[in-house]
């Protein structure tokens, strides 16, 4: 569910058919066009607007326009007009984008934007994107984004940007590089010639060039004054004497020109100006919900006649859209109308000064029954009707904060007293939810500790005890972060105790969360459980982040199930909907498919797959993912014997999870750390490593490297068996390689081969290879004498292969004692993904198949093939399918 799209703010302002002809800066734009960037920079009532659209309608280009408005300073509005003026130049551009931005917790701007960069791509023709208004924009976020997206803009695409401040853009370094046309007041004023143009031919004054002079000397070319000045005289006798008196600064000189335009209106019209003056856009039926009875018996009563007087008598009007539906006033004008409101001044009498609030109040109703809940809640929030505000900002089902709007939502919160967040405390519980989702956590707490403060004492029912669940999955969310498994259960079953059974967004986050407790506290069963049903509430709702988040701990536990096939392809799901470029949060789903290419050998795909997770993790603040990723590429280093490299590696990693308080990942680098100093035959450091983590695994690694087998066996027999009792078969499985390893190098022969049969057997439906790699010769020489049948057999010959491959030397000896006689060896030998490969292609599976079989990129695929054609000596399928059986390798 998103917030509906004010469409006008879209549209191009159409040229107008009377306006002053500006040869020599629509010489300057087309010049521009050179660049990135070109700014219009000057003070209101410079005729930025008019200038540019004249422009567009001769240019020849096509053109995309975002008519900004202090809304905008959210981020997600901001992005998601962005977004939707750049589908005006493209059908297609920005969906991806768009996909992000529904989402409760949207990924970072430079994500969002990098995606919406490489959709504009698409666009072959040179094309002019106008953000006008920029002035309204003060938000540090949107003024980065705009530096991004200037930053990386497409040579096709120009931007042009009308402000009357100079944006907090990096223009310096623009000027420099020649990317930047710039148009201030000076250029934009009327010169004489335009200016008696102007008076003349667009506002029908017949005056002398010694007028026309006068005139413009005291506006300094100033359009809007030029303008407002022959609204002014139209009418009068004494021109020259009322040119003569004219003067003032621009405020002063506004003033009076608006109170002399108002003047000569009729009073239905100055009360429909200042009524309608709340709305920062207009059409006809919602300028008769805001006039309501005011209204009743004028010749204007029809909102959409007097709309279309307003602009056939040049008052300020500024249409919108082609079809003269959607209009707005000049903002200036606008400014004025809404202070003399404010003031209560003529015509309005003296019980009509109170009407503000109650304007905003029916505006706020009709965009409500309109689909503009978000231009809703700003008029409740303006009119001060907290209740309404509050309704709006709470949503039927689902929340404005979980639907993009976090900015304004936070803003109006912000500016609440006390007092009246105390007198509702549902605000306290929205106010730490945005704050959450902006990743302000460390007022998180004081915001529910005011909202249960709030609630104390307070009758209980459906609505206090729903408050009181929210506030649960809140601090639920809290202690995720922290890898906390207890406070994360009794929070996530408090919420879901509390919780309404319509608050469906919540409840699949409490659910979510709970799963994750059950995760960290090993019940796998129960996680599972919970993860489904949060996957179920969130796919229903539309709740995408719950959705991924799920998904990703059904992978996890799919992994820890030695269940990698399922686990790749719920990582890969998660991919998937996180869209390209992806969300930060899809660094866990690389992470998991590092893991799992790792296991199954494949070097490469680990290797992308971790530093993509590492660079993702860096968008997250206080998230140890980061962590995570820099120790599965350590492991790597160290399965390839670049030790120092992974030790370096691991400190960093230590380094900083102690400063940012990781203490989850303190034994994984624990761990890792064990096995780099046992590869340097530091005992000692790694026993007394191992011990102080708890680490039975690396303990028994040392005990074996000591030859003490007797204690090696006290560790690692219970270790197997609490694994087994507890259902850990990921732990198991490890421990059982390593103990048909410690077995056979003890003499037990058959018990050794007994253990790996039983460790084969659970291992060979997910396709596990390093996990016996990594344990050595010792487990090479038993695979090469243990007897073996059916599936193990060939499952056998896998593993046999990528021993071979890790040991270049010893894989082309073997062979070349393997081949028949009459066979010529292999120059160089075929690793475990190639024969893996090679079978599927003796199987007949196509390449497109065989990608699909095994998670890997139809590219890859083919390049196995160029590697095994090239090995077997052969140029197609056929002959390297005999040439391989030839060779025993089938």
Request: include cysteine; proline fraction near 4%.
């Given at each position: ?313 040049n008052l300020f009007l500024i249409p919108l859209d082609n079809e003269r539906r959607w209009y707005r006033y000049h903002h200036l004008f606008a400014d004025l109308l809404r202070e003399r409101l404010s003031q209560g001044l003529p015509p ?307 380094l900083l999870a102690r400063k940012e308080h990781f203490w989850a990942q303190i034994p994984q680098i624990a761990a890792m750390q064990v096995s780099a100093l046992l590869h340097q035959e530091n005992l000692d450091a790694a026993a007394i ?202």
């Amino acid at each position: 569910m998103t917030i509906s799209l004010v469409s006008t703010k879209l549209y191009i302002p159409p040229a107008r058919s009377k306006i002053v002809v500006r040869p020599r800066l629509l010489e300057q734009l087309n010049k521009g066009l050179q660049g990135k960037l070109t700014v219009l920079s000057a003070s209101a009532g410079y005729g930025k607007t008019t200038l540019v659209s004249a422009w567009l309608s001769v240019c020849g280009r096509r053109a995309g326009w975002l008519s900004l408005d202090a809304g905008d300073n959210d981020p997600a509005s901001f992005l998601t007009y962005l977004c939707a003026a750049c589908r005006t130049i493209g059908v297609n551009i920005g969906e991806g984008m768009l996909a992000m931005l529904q989402s409760p917790q949207p990924p970072p701007i430079e994500s969002l934007l990098t995606a919406l960069l490489n959709e504009i791509t698409s666009v072959s023709e040179p094309t002019i994107l106008v953000l006008d208004d920029y002035h309204l924009i003060d938000s540090k976020p949107v003024n980065e984004a705009v530096a991004f997206l200037i930053e990386h803009l497409p040579p096709q695409i120009h931007l042009v940007i009308a402000t009357r401040e100079e944006p907090v853009l990096p223009l310096p370094r623009l000027r420099v590089r020649h990317q930047l046309t710039e148009l201030h007041a000076a250029d934009l004023r009327f010169n004489a010639t335009e200016a008696a143009e102007f008076l003349g031919q667009v506002m029908g004054l017949m005056l002398s060039a010694e007028d026309v002079m006068h005139l413009e000397s005291r506006t300094e070319g100033w359009i809007a004054g030029l303008q407002l000045a022959a609204l002014s005289l139209q009418g009068r006798n004494d021109v020259t004497g009322f040119i003569q008196s004219f003067s003032g600064r621009h405020k002063f000189v506004l003033d009076y020109l608006v109170e002399e335009v108002l003047q000569q209106q009729s009073a239905s019209i100055q009360a429909f100006l200042l009524f309608t003056s709340v709305l920062s856009r207009m059409c006809g039926p919602l300028c008769d919900a805001v006039m309501g009875a005011e209204s009743g018996g004028s010749p204007f009563s029809s909102g959409q006649r007097t709309l279309e007087y307003l602009e056939h008598a040049n008052l300020f009007l500024i249409p919108l859209d082609n079809e003269r539906r959607w209009y707005r006033y000049h903002h200036l004008f606008a400014d004025l109308l809404r202070e003399r409101l404010s003031q209560g001044l003529p015509p309005l009498e003296e019980e009509e000064k109170r009407t503000v609030a109650e304007l905003h109040i029916r505006a706020s109703g009709w965009y409500e029954d309109n689909g503009f809940e978000l231009e809703a809640f700003h008029h409740a929030a303006a009119a001060g009707d907290i209740e309404r505000a509050a309704r709006l900002m709470e949503g039927e089902g689902m929340p404005l904060l979980f639907r993009g709007a976090v900015t304004p939502v936070l803003n109006w919160l912000e500016s609440m007293p006390r007092e009246i967040l105390d007198s509702r405390p549902s605000l306290w519980v929205m106010y730490a939810s945005g704050l959450l989702m902006q990743g302000r956590i460390s007022s998180v707490e004081q915001k529910l500790q005011a909202a249960e403060q709030a609630l104390h004492g307070t009758v209980q029912n459906e609505r206090t005890r729903d408050l009181t669940g929210h506030i649960a999955s809140i601090r639920a969310t809290l202690a995720v972060s922290k890898h906390q498994a207890e406070p994360i259960m009794a929070e996530s079953r408090r919420a879901l105790e509390y919780l309404h059974p319509d608050n469906l967004p919540v409840r699949a986050a409490a659910a979510w969360s709970l799963g994750y407790a059950y995760q960290l506290q090993g019940d796998l069963s129960l996680a599972e459980t919970a993860y489904a049903e949060a996957l179920s509430i969130s796919k229903r709702i539309g709740h995408v982040m719950i959705t991924i988040m799920a998904t990703l701990g059904l992978g996890n536990i799919q992994e820890a199930e030695n269940q990698l096939p399922a686990a790749a392809g719920s990582y890969l799901r998660v991919l998937e909907w996180a869209g390209e470029p992806p969300l930060p949060v899809a660094c866990e789903a690389h992470l998991g498919l590092a893991r799992i290419f790792y296991e199954w050998n494949e070097w490469d795909q680990a290797l992308l797959h971790s530093r993509q997770s590492v660079q993702l993790a860096q968008q997250f603040e206080d998230s140890d993912r980061g962590v995570a990723g820099e120790v599965l590429l350590a492991k790597l280093k160290l399965a390839r014997g670049e030790v120092i490299a992974a030790a370096a590696i691991l400190a960093k990693a230590e380094l900083l999870a102690r400063k940012e308080h990781f203490w989850a990942q303190i034994p994984q680098i624990a761990a890792m750390q064990v096995s780099a100093l046992l590869h340097q035959e530091n005992l000692d450091a790694a026993a007394i490593l191992a011990e102080q983590h708890g680490l039975s695994l690396c303990q028994a690694k040392v005990y074996m490297a000591r030859g003490d087998i007797s204690a090696m066996l006290a560790v690692l027999e219970p270790m197997l068996g609490e694994a087994a009792v507890k259902g850990r078969p990921d732990e198991r499985l490890k421990g059982m390689i390593f103990y048909a390893a410690v077995l056979y190098r003890n003499g037990d022969k058959s018990a050794a081969t007994q253990a790996l049969a039983e460790a084969m057997t659970m291992a060979q439906p997910g396709g596990f290879i390093r996990a016996f790699v990594d344990e050595g010769l010792p487990v090479e020489r038993l695979l090469r004498e243990a007897q073996v049948g059916g599936e193990l057999l060939d499952y056998r010959r896998k593993l046999l292969a990528a021993f071979e491959a890790e040991n270049p030397q010893h894989s082309q000896l073997r062979s070349a004692q393997q081949l028949p006689r009459t066979s010529q060896p292999l120059i160089e030998t075929l690793s475990g993904r190639e024969l893996e490969i090679l079978q599927l292609i003796a199987q007949g599976l196509s390449n497109r198949e065989i990608s699909e079989r095994l998670f890997l990129a139809l590219s890859t695929v083919k390049g196995y093939n160029r590697n095994i054609f090239d090995k077997l000596q052969v140029s197609r399928r056929t002959e390297a399918v005999a040439r391989a059986r030839r060779l025993g390798l089938l």
